[in-house]
């Protein structure tokens, strides 16, 4: 079943593509209008979800290693990150470093709707990729960030977080709404 908002279909566990490796994008054609497409809708259904924090270009059916970061739900979601909420996309990105130092992290999916997980993931992650204009960055991350860096190459390499997930289980939206309304107070 696909999750449809705004007319942007985010595909589920169920659909191939999410299990393919998907291609890099020749430099020459990051600035194309087809790309280009590609970056606005994926910017539109990350943003169609309340929690969206990521989304790889594979979730909504583009076999192709990109993936964008929300930059407003980002900061709200962690301090540390920069104020300025701009989205962040990382096309061709590789991980070059992982810190020995590993924490087991909640997770959760928009194409792996509503379950949630444990998984095992480096505290600190710097990246490689080119930006959404064709301009190479390298980029050094620890906490949630690192943690949004490894689940999208995961994506981009055909693995969901719940192959690697321990203690799994299932929330409905009722009871995140709940749980984010009683959150709310403590903030």
Known sequence: MNKVANNIKIVQKE??????????VPIGEINSQKVQDIIAEMKR?????????????????????IFVIN??????????SKKDDADMV???PTLQKLSKD???MEEGCLSVRWLYGKVRRSSKATINAYDEHGKKIVRGASGLLAQIFQHECDHLDGTLF???AKELWEMSEEEIAEMEKANQGHE
């Open 15 to 24: 659909d191939a593509v999410l299990r393919q490796i998907a291609t890099d």
């Open 45 to 65: 259904a990350v943003h169609s979800q309340k929690d969206g924090i990521a989304i790889a270009a594979p979730q909504i059916g583009q076999s192709l290693r």
């Open 71 to 80: 930059g407003e739900l980002l900061h709200k979601a962690d301090a540390r």
């Open 90 to 92: 990382f096309i061709n």
């Open 102 to 104: 590993k924490k087991d």
């Open 162 to 164: 719940i192959d690697k």
